[in-house]
């Protein structure tokens, strides 16, 4: 098993640019979550979702979507990236046990 | 909303030095998990504790869970130059209908190194 992949690893943005970020499991997890990750802020939850089809806000949704649109693979897009945007962005999936599983990480630079 | 406080944020030690990491939520939890982080990694789930007053150890590691469910603890015994990382307690909360989705409120982490 896999468990969770995150592409792309690495990626340079010019502000005002859109990108999108994949994530995919094979762990059959209900859940699936995205976070970002900055210095002396621990991890901030973006958007989740509870399952194909759904998603849901979370603590810092402003400047991102997200589908579902397969139980495996939650897709998070940012459709205009600001500087404010660079960060570390975690993807992570996880069942009714609530212990999560991260991805490897998606390190994203906005210029 | 739910905040979860953990300190200290940095931590130096010298190998063989006992290392400790507090939490603190503003609401009584569910559940408290933690992870670890090594430098440019990703957080990597270590326990979970549920009931009050709960203490798991894992070799060197203790963790603890408050009476109240409120605030936790991690204390490594005789650091090693493996235990360099960060340090993360995440805490859930369950609404009135007890469902979660498994929301976790992540504390800020504690960087530990550790000097050889």
């Known amino acids: 098993n896999a468990g969770v992949t995150q592409t792309p690893k690495f990626r340079v943005l010019k502000t005002g640019q859109s990108m999108t970020l994949l994530c995919a499991q094979d762990?059959?997890?209900?859940?699936m979550y995205w976070y970002r990750q900055d210095p002396g802020m621990g991890l901030r939850l973006i958007h989740y979702?509870?399952?194909?089809?759904?998603?849901a806000k979370g603590e810092v949704p402003d400047g991102y979507n997200v589908s579902r649109l397969k139980k495996q693979n939650f897709l998070l897009g940012l459709e205009s990236a600001a500087p404010s945007q660079t960060s570390v962005y975690f993807c992570?999936?996880?069942?009714?046990?609530?212990?999560?599983?991260f991805g490897p990480g998606t390190r994203l630079t906005v210029l | 909303g739910q905040q979860v406080m953990q300190i200290p944020q940095y931590q130096h030690v010298q190998e063989g030095e006992d290392f400790t990491t507090y939490c603190n939520s503003s609401t009584t939890l569910s559940n408290i998990q933690w992870y670890k982080q090594r430098p440019g990694g990703h957080p990597v789930f270590l326990i979970q504790l549920v009931k009050s007053g709960e203490v798991k150890k894992q070799k060197r590691l203790t963790f603890q869970f408050g009476e109240a469910k409120k605030n936790s603890s991690l204390h490594i015994t005789a650091t090693q130059t493996t235990d360099v990382g960060t340090y993360f307690c995440a805490g859930l909360s369950r609404g009135a209908g007890g469902t979660s989705y498994g929301k976790l409120t992540f504390g800020q982490g504690t960087i530990l190194t550790v000097h050889p």
């Open positions: 979702s509870v399952g194909e089809g759904t998603t």
């Open positions: 762990m059959n997890h209900e859940y």
């Open positions: 992570a999936s996880g069942s009714r046990t609530d212990t999560q599983y």
